[in-house]
């Protein structure tokens, strides 16, 4: 019997990229043996014109999804609504990942065999043993590495790759880590998420990747993503 296997992937402004990366996506669950595979795209609104690409791929082709959102509310809203919609369709696996091949779609295998090793929780790590950077200079790289590890401290988490945003999870994590009261918006979502998935007693692996730059498009980084990561990771030490 086919295992129903979801990619959540959100958008905004990535008309660029995600007619090539749905493709790459779709490719890669392919390969998986006794998949029934799924690409959800939850796009807020993008004027650029990314939701009439994936209305128009959907409409050919039934395994291509599109949850539309009359605004952009924030990175951790977009994969909690794309989290939702792929539970309530009996998904088995879910991942996420980003848009604009930061994340190789060529992983997304290597991410469901450790799920199938025992993981519960599967992240694309660049920060152990064989993950990697790319294309990024010193400046950015000290940046992200101080990020990791201020996470780590202020949470006292092994997880070398707190901030990654490619991830596998078993369908019984996200129904057991209360979804309904995450309150991260931006890239500290994954944080939170990561943080829920341990404290609830679930095994976290680390599979080891290359990340690299977007070549098309805009990065979503902004000061105020970056603020809201600093005041909210101490408050996330305290369980709700």
Same mark, same amino acid.
């Given at each position: 019997?086919?295992?129903?296997?979801?990619?959540?992937?959100?958008?905004?402004?990535?008309?660029?990229?995600?007619? #090539?990366?749905?493709? *790459?996506?779709?490719?890669?669950?392919?390969?998986?043996? %006794?998949?029934?595979?799924?690409?959800?795209?939850?796009?807020?609104?993008?004027?650029?014109?990314?939701?009439?690409?994936?209305?128009?791929?959907?409409?050919?082709?039934?395994?291509?999804?599109?949850?539309?959102? *009359?605004?952009?509310?924030?990175?951790?809203?977009?994969?909690? *609504?794309?989290?939702?919609? +792929?539970?309530?369709?009996?998904?088995?696996?879910?991942?996420?990942?980003?848009?604009?091949?930061?994340? %190789?779609?060529?992983?997304?295998?290597?991410?469901?065999?450790?799920? %199938?090793?025992?993981? %519960?929780?599967?992240?694309?790590?660049?920060?152990?043993?064989?993950? +990697?950077?790319?294309?990024?200079?010193?400046? /950015? /790289?000290?940046?992200?590495?101080?990020?990791?590890?201020?996470?780590?401290?202020?949470?006292?988490?092994?997880? #070398?790759?707190?901030?990654?945003?490619?991830?596998?999870?078993?369908?019984?994590?996200?129904?057991?880590?209360?979804?309904?009261?995450?309150?991260?918006?931006?890239?500290?979502?994954?944080?939170?998420?990561?943080?829920?998935?341990?404290?609830?007693?679930?095994?976290?692996?680390?599979?080891?990747?290359?990340? /690299?730059?977007?070549?098309?498009?805009?990065?979503?980084?902004?000061?105020?993503?970056?603020?809201?990561?600093?005041?909210?990771?101490?408050?996330? /030490?305290?369980?709700?």
């Amino acid at each position: 019997m086919s295992r129903n296997i979801w990619v959540v992937i959100p958008t905004f402004n990535e008309a660029a990229n995600i007619e #090539r990366v749905i493709a *790459a996506a779709g490719a890669a669950l392919t390969t998986v043996r %006794d998949v029934e595979p799924h690409v959800l795209v939850v796009d807020d609104s993008s004027p650029d014109g990314t939701g009439e690409i994936v209305e128009r791929l959907s409409a050919v082709d039934p395994s291509v999804g599109l949850l539309r959102r *009359a605004q952009r509310a924030g990175l951790g809203p977009a994969y909690l *609504a794309g989290f939702a919609h +792929a539970l309530a369709h009996d998904a088995e696996l879910v991942l996420e990942m980003d848009a604009d091949f930061s994340h %190789d779609p060529l992983d997304i295998p290597r991410l469901i065999a450790a799920i %199938d090793a025992g993981a %519960d929780l599967a992240l694309g790590s660049r920060y152990v043993t064989g993950g +990697a950077v790319a294309q990024w200079g010193p400046l /950015r /790289r000290f940046i992200s590495r101080g990020a990791c590890l201020y996470a780590r401290l202020v949470l006292g988490l092994a997880v #070398r790759d707190l901030t990654g945003g490619f991830k596998c999870f078993r369908r019984t994590v996200l129904e057991s880590i209360d979804l309904d009261t995450v309150r991260s918006h931006g890239y500290v979502f994954q944080v939170e998420l990561t943080l829920r998935t341990i404290r609830c007693g679930f095994r976290v692996v680390e599979v080891p990747i290359t990340f /690299r730059d977007r070549e098309r498009g805009k990065s979503k980084m902004s000061t105020r993503i970056a603020l809201e990561a600093a005041w909210l990771l101490p408050l996330l /030490r305290v369980r709700r």
